[in-house]
Every structure is written in C-alpha cells, then in structure tokens.
C-alpha cells in the first residue's frame, strides 16, 4: 500500500524520499522502532529482463534461511509486489562497512585480520555450500555492525551474485568491481588462456568460488598493506593482472599473513588457494576447532543449546494462563512462600545496606536488559523470540507481577547450574527478577560484587 511518499507493506514503512545509498532507503518497523532498517527496491523491467532481478530475490532467499548466521546481512522479509512491478527486500541497518574502516584504520593488525577472516569464512561457508558465487567482495559489501565496541562483519549485496553449478564449460560473464575482480571475470581482462581455466578443477565442491577467493586476497592486501597494489585506474589494473599472470605475485612485510595473500592473488584459478584451505588454515592458527564465537555475548549467541535456549517457534499468549496452569500455580504458591522465607535469610538488601550504596532501580534493569537484547541482538535472535520479547516490553507496569516474571525466567529457560557463567549485564537482570520476586516494593539495589550477585541468585531460585 502506497501513502504518499511512504510504502506499507506488513509491518513495515519505507520512505521513498529518504535514500541511505543507492537503491537502500529507510525504513522502519511499527511493532519495534529500536530496530534499525534499510529497504532494498528492485524494479522489475521487462519480461526478458526479469530472470536477473528473479535471480537475485532466489538468492535473498537462501539467505533468509540462514538468519542465525550473524555474518550475513539479516534479511528479514522479501515481498513481490507484482501490481506494482516491484521486490522489495527488507534488512538490517548497519552503521558502517569494511571501506570506511578502512579508510579509518589504513591497515590492520594481524590479530584484526584473523577475527575479519574467522567472521568472513562464517559467513561466506553459507554461500560455499549453496554453490552461490557473490563475484563482488569488496570493503564496500562488508558491512559492520558494532556490539559492544567489537565490529561484526556481514556479507551483503547480493545483486550480481549467482547460483553457479559444477559446470566448468559455463560461460564466465565479465562482471564485479575491476579492482577487486578475478581476472577471469574482470572487464578489464581479455585473456583467451582463462575461458576454459575451470576445466582442470577437480574435487572441489564450488570451483566457482576460487573467483571471490581473489577478491578476498585483495581485501587482505589492503588490510596489511595499507593500499590497493595499483593506483585505481583502468591501466594500473591491467598491468597489475599481466604481472601476477607471467611472475607469481611476492610481498615483503612482518605480517604473518603475507604468504596467504600471495596464495590467494595467483592468475589462474586452478592454482589459487581455494576456500577449503582456507578454512584449515584459520583453524591450524587457532590450533582449535573453528567456529567462531561473538566475545562477550556468549549469554546470547551460546543461549540457544547451553543458558536461555529461546523458543524458535510459539502459538501460545504467554501470559494466559490455562486452568491448569492456574491449578499448578496455585499449589506451588504455598511452596514458594516456604521458599521466600527461606531465602530471606540471605537478604543483601537488607544485610549491605550500610556497607554498599544503594545505585539502581531494579525494575528499570529488568527493562533495560530486555531492549538491549531487542535492539543489539536484531540479527541474532530469530524473529518469534523478538516477537515475545517486543510482547513482555509492551505489558509495562504489568511485566513487574509476579505471574509474569515467572513467565519471563520460564521463556528463557533460567537455569541455576548456568549462573557462574553469566556476565555482569545478565547477572544483574536475574538479581533484578528475584529482587523484586521476593520484594515486590523494592526501588532500589545496592551494587554488590558480582560473586555475591550469585549466590543471592541460587539461594533466591523459586522452583516453578
């Protein structure tokens, strides 16, 4: 439905003035305007014309599916409108992109460029694995989002990108941006030697992408070095190709990963390291299992098997209670008011009143984490999980009852075997609930160390 200059379609408004870069306009959601969003509007054109954008809504697809990946832009709804010859992608807002940073930071340490390539290799395994070539890596299609002061890395743009079978006969259209491009898709290069340079690939899952392996030796290029090998201009592109095509391109440098680039920016294909060993060699640095991990989240992105296990999917009103539930509450209310005597005997709001000052409201704490995790974790949680968080925020006052605390601890699965794990942001969320569990008028928590926090939380725990 179009208002004006602003496009409804579900719960979203996209303002057709308001252009973040080309083709990305604002958007934002009426359920959650802490989430930030962008609109990506293909315009469909002609009949002949119209595998091009259908390819690239197939490919937004696939990426929809893996939205717990956290490095790959979060795509959160495709629509067709077919009346008024429009796809229209709905996905995260991210405050920067890998050009800026760049253009910021000059060059990166080898410790930044392991955490870039960990995250990269996360995310680019997606389309290794679907057999999709993006054929356009550069810093500019790396978007960033910050948490907590660490840059998360996502893959994005997916208009040229493509589903590309095992066919090595396949025509190689000449595409991408030519300072990143491979040199059997630059437009830059004409070089009969490449139009058949997968036909010697064997045992390679996706050979195709050995091309985007080239655009990410030319980022790591510039990541150590500080700038691109060539001056960008047409000329210093082409003599930069005819070099590493009749010498094997060598860097002189401290970084520990000059001898990776070097394998990465080779001519032929079939010569360049491909992402397979790619992999194996992040994961003999890391001299562990691969699989990279968000520092500092692990309450969050671990959640899902160890500490909250969020719900993926759920019909049920949460704060409804059947009758039988109703029955079980009631019976467990004489056992939780034994419990809560019980626990007053440890009383840190009572006991260390004098000793620690008193700082925070507990109720705005409760608030506070839960915004956080709607806002900051957007592309980590799955959509029903924001849906039932947006639903706690949306009950006020009513979320501090006792009922719908409990429901609150339930839907993410608290455990107290789990506390000693915790970081302080959550630690204070749980000491927030049972503070105001056991006393339902406090206003204010003293801070108390963190050790503490968590034996008051054991000893607090009501068995529900």
Do not use: W
């Amino acid at each position: 439905m179009q208002q004006g200059n602003i496009l409804i379609i579900d719960e979203y408004q996209i303002v057709h003035e308001e252009l973040i870069t080309n083709r990305l306009y604002e958007c934002k959601s009426t359920k959650n305007i802490h989430i930030p969003l962008c609109a990506r509007i293909i315009q469909m054109q002609e009949q002949h014309l119209r595998k091009y954008e259908e390819r690239e809504q197939q490919i937004y697809e696939v990426i929809l599916q893996y939205r717990n990946n956290q490095n790959l832009v979060y795509v959160h709804l495709i629509k067709k409108l077919e009346e008024q010859k429009k796809i229209v992608i709905i996905m995260e807002k991210c405050e920067s992109n890998l050009q800026q940073l760049l253009e910021r930071n000059k060059k990166f340490n080898d410790n930044e460029i392991e955490d870039f390539s960990k995250q990269f290799i996360n995310g680019y395994s997606v389309l290794y694995n679907e057999l999709i070539v993006h054929r356009n890596i550069k810093p500019d299609n790396i978007f960033i989002r910050y948490i907590n002061g660490k840059p998360i890395y996502k893959i994005a743009n997916f208009k040229i990108a493509k589903r590309m079978p095992n066919d090595n006969n396949i025509y190689l259209k000449k595409i991408g941006t030519p300072a990143y491009a491979a040199p059997e898709i630059n437009t830059l290069n004409q070089d009969a030697d490449l139009s058949f340079c997968f036909n010697s690939i064997k045992n390679i899952k996706n050979p195709k992408s050995l091309i985007d392996i080239f655009s990410i030796g030319m980022i790591f290029y510039q990541m150590v070095q500080g700038f691109l090998p060539f001056e960008s201009n047409a000329n210093q592109i082409k003599n930069f190709l005819i070099q590493i095509k009749q010498q094997p391109l060598k860097l002189q440098g401290n970084s520990k990963y000059v001898q990776i680039i070097e394998k990465l920016l080779i001519y032929f294909p079939g010569n360049r390291m491909e992402f397979e060993s790619f992999i194996k060699y992040f994961k003999s640095e890391s001299n562990q299992i691969f699989q990279f991990q968000i520092s500092g989240i692990n309450q969050i992105q671990q959640s899902y098997s160890n500490n909250f296990n969020f719900p993926q999917q759920s019909n049920v009103n949460l704060f409804r209670l059947t009758s039988n539930n109703n029955h079980n509450q009631q019976n467990n209310q004489v056992y939780q008011s034994q419990r809560m005597t019980q626990v007053s005997q440890f009383n840190p709001l009572v006991q260390n009143q004098q000793a620690f000052q008193i700082n925070y409201n507990p109720r705005q704490k409760i608030i506070e984490f839960l915004i956080f995790l709607m806002h900051d974790y957007d592309g980590i949680l799955y959509d029903s999980t924001k849906q039932q968080l947006q639903s706690f925020l949306e009950l006020k006052d009513n979320i501090f009852s006792k009922e719908v605390l409990l429901e609150l601890l339930t839907f993410i699965n608290f455990k107290a075997e789990k506390i000693d794990g915790y970081d302080s942001k959550t630690l204070d969320f749980f000491y927030s609930i049972f503070s105001v569990l056991i006393y339902p008028d406090v206003q204010q928590l003293p801070k108390i160390p963190d050790q503490i926090k968590r034996e008051y939380i054991k000893t607090s725990v009501i068995q529900r």
